[in-house]
């Protein structure tokens, strides 16, 4: 079974590349329609829409350019790269590799932002200035800091040891036909011989306690706004009721389904070496879902609010406006020309 799992690498390569291309695309349509269609209703929303769609954009980039892989081994789940792009040495591409899981860490922390403005939008909307003029920079802060305080433990903890490329060495050159020493990976491997490799499990606790403060976070506003919506919501116009319920739906969504199809599967694999089960699974195939969720996103708040529905509808009809009034003018210029021309040859005549 040699060499068997890299028909499994294309397959990620492929999904890498569609997600770097369908997020630049629905991204794109998103963001636009935010910023130069959709003003007076969204208020700094906004800004934490844009934020998020670019920070999807730069997720889905990295993996387009670094393809990473995931690979579960017995007691062990390996992080590895086939390629050095720019060329990198392994030991930046490690680092690299390590940002680019900083920067999922930072997509979760976005989302319990987001939870916390539409809380406070409805429940207690003076500390709605919080996401105005500089105050908006302690929430690019937020998610900055456990941004890097995940990458910094997959960079560091799981960095790769003797033991580890020792235990690793034979699986690699098996199934990907590659020496371990020539490539740029990373490794949790739960135990060394009879032992705990402590340095694992800080790292996998870090990370672990920075999912759990947001999800909590996430958790507790998203119960607070379920049971309490509908008293706070009747105050207001029939308008705002609808786009705070639709944002809320939307909400709901990004957060569920990504957790149910893909980070509870990541988590699984995580803590799976632990169990020390004797299996060999290219983990890279859960893995690739990642890389085109951020287009899901952009999917999922466009359905789900209807103002970007009729700031679609408006795009199209001004872009047809223009086309139209573009063709006519070149019409005009024909119809000038042949009129002319005919003038010209009547006199001749």
Known sequence: MGAAYLRYIQFCIFMGNLGFFSNAFFGFILVYLTLFYIKRQFGSYKYLLVNFQVL??????????????????NASLTYFSLSRPLGLSNYAMEWMMGIYTGLYSATICQLAIQFMYRYWAIFDTPKLRYFYGFYYFIWVGYYTFFGVLWAFAVGHFFAMDDFGRKYLGDEILLRYERNITDIPVLGLIAYEGDNIRWRNVYGLSLMTLISTVQYSIIIICGHQMYIGMKTKLAVLSAQHRRLHRQFFRALVIQISAPT???????????????????????????????TVYPALDSVIMMSCVSEYGRAFKKLVHNTKEKYAVRANKEESKETVKNTTSTKNLTTKL
Do not use: K, N, R, W
Request: charged fraction near 5%.
């Open 56 to 73: 999807g954009f730069v997720f889905a980039s990295f993996e387009f350019l670094f393809h990473t892989f995931l690979h579960t081994y």
């Open 260 to 290: 149910i199809i893909l980070f509870c599967p990541v988590f699984f694999m995580i803590y799976a070496p632990f169990a020390d089960f004797e299996m060999s699974f290219p983990s890279c195939i859960i893995q690739s879902g990642f």
